[in-house]
């Protein structure tokens, strides 16, 4: 259709100049001179043509978005139409979105849309950020809303949980968790589950913390509050108290969030995890006792042996004793010290105590006879 259109102009154009053109040709019977002219006259003709031909294919192209952009109240030139085809920008975003911009009443120009455009923004969600933003009653700016959108964060989203607040499950199934164990003063275990309702803070938007860090703060949160109650019976009481302790704690200072509620979906006894310590420590000190005991046992078992050694050694040492008393008794003999009956006094004295000493059950254990 845009091409009928060129042509048609094309030929209303061109329509003037090809009579005159016909009538110096018609005329032109005469002299040399004349033909010359004439065909001079038709070759600048032809090149007027061909030049307002490649004009109107031009401005063809930009014909439709001028029309619309202007019947629309928000005129686009000509020539920024060309300079930004020849910019690589796509001038039908551009030309869309003022439109849309002005029809919401925001006030903004082809520049400011090109410039974030070349900037690898994303035009189109910025200019529907501002429309819901401004109908909203909630103050962004453009350069906020480029700004974010160049951070890589989506300004259309963020607007729309500005508004309608997103509910966030506590912890995230995602991460193979279903709920915040914690464990109470008394050593019962607590399973709890939280649904946290945030809303977009768009001044923290770029450089504030995700939404992974407001899940992990208010499961931090949870535990502190199980954690400081006395009993899991307090908590199951009163739920609210958790609410309450992690409402009061601040989480959402530094994120991109702000958070409205805390509210526990969900809270279960779990195991007894003091006893179970309980019952581990008990087992590990019965344990160490044991390794204490054996110790002991080992080491009255290598006195034993000691004293054993030194029984020994001391009955050696008799023995030898005993050896020396005959050669002590021979020697006596020879120096006159001892004489017969004494010699037989003592063999009596040593018999009557052996015999003693098997009437008593012990062994007799005399000095050999030489």
């Known amino acids: 259709m845009l091409v009928n259109r060129s042509l048609l ?37 032809v090149v007027v043509g061909l030049a307002l031909l490649i004009g109107v294919f031009l401005i063809g192209q930009f014909i439709n978005l001028y029309i619309q952009a202007l019947l629309s109240k928000a ?27 002005v029809k919401s009443g925001l006030p903004l120009s082809t520049n400011e849309l090109e410039t974030h455009y070349l900037a690898g923004g994303r035009v189109p969600n910025v200019v ?59 050593g019962i275990q607590l399973k709890a589950r939280a649904r946290v309702t945030v809303r977009t803070n768009l001044s923290r938007l770029v450089g504030g913390a995700t939404e992974e860090t ?13 954690g400081s109650a006395d009993t899991h019976k ?6 609210d108290r958790i609410s309450k302790a992690v409402m009061a704690r601040g989480l959402d200072a530094g994120t991109a969030f702000e958070i409205l509620s805390i509210d526990i979906a969900d809270i279960d006894v779990g195991e007894n ?29 290598a006195q034993e042996q000691e004293y054993k050694s030194e029984v020994q050694k001391n009955q050696a040492l008799v023995v030898l004793a005993q050896a020396d008393v005959p050669k002590a008794i021979a020697e006596s003999f020879r120096s006159g010290h001892l004489g017969v009956m004494d010699y ?22 005399g000095p050999t006879k030489q």
Do not use: W
Request: proline share 4%; glycine share 8%; hydrophobic share 45%.
């Open 9 to 45: 102009i094309l030929l209303s154009l061109l329509a003037p100049l090809a009579l005159p053109a016909a009538a110096l040709a018609q005329a032109g019977g005469g002299g040399g001179t004349g033909n010359s002219l004439n065909t001079v006259t038709i070759i600048i003709l």
């Open 75 to 101: 005129p686009v030139g000509i020539l920024e139409l060309i300079g930004m085809r020849l910019r690589k920008v796509d001038i039908r975003t551009i030309v869309f979105s003022r439109i849309r911009a």
């Open 128 to 186: 529907s950020a501002l429309i819901a933003a401004q109908k909203a009653r909630i103050d962004l700016d453009f350069d906020t809303s480029c700004a974010i959108d160049l951070a890589g964060r989506d300004i259309l989203d963020a607007v729309n949980t500005s508004v309608n607040p997103r509910v966030i499950d506590c912890p995230n199934p995602a991460g193979g968790r279903s709920t915040i164990d914690a464990v109470a003063k008394d």
């Open 214 to 226: 407001v899940v992990a703060r208010v499961g931090e949160g949870i535990v502190s509050a199980i």
């Open 234 to 239: 307090h908590v199951l009481e009163n739920p």
């Open 273 to 301: 995890i003091g006893a179970k310590l309980q019952a581990d420590q008990a087992e590990a000190d019965k344990r160490r006792f044991q390794a204490e005991a054996e110790q002991r046992r080992a080491m009255a078992v």
């Open 344 to 365: 037989y006094r003592l063999q009596n004295i040593q018999s009557d105590t052996s015999m003693r000493s098997a009437i008593a059950g012990g062994d007799s254990d």
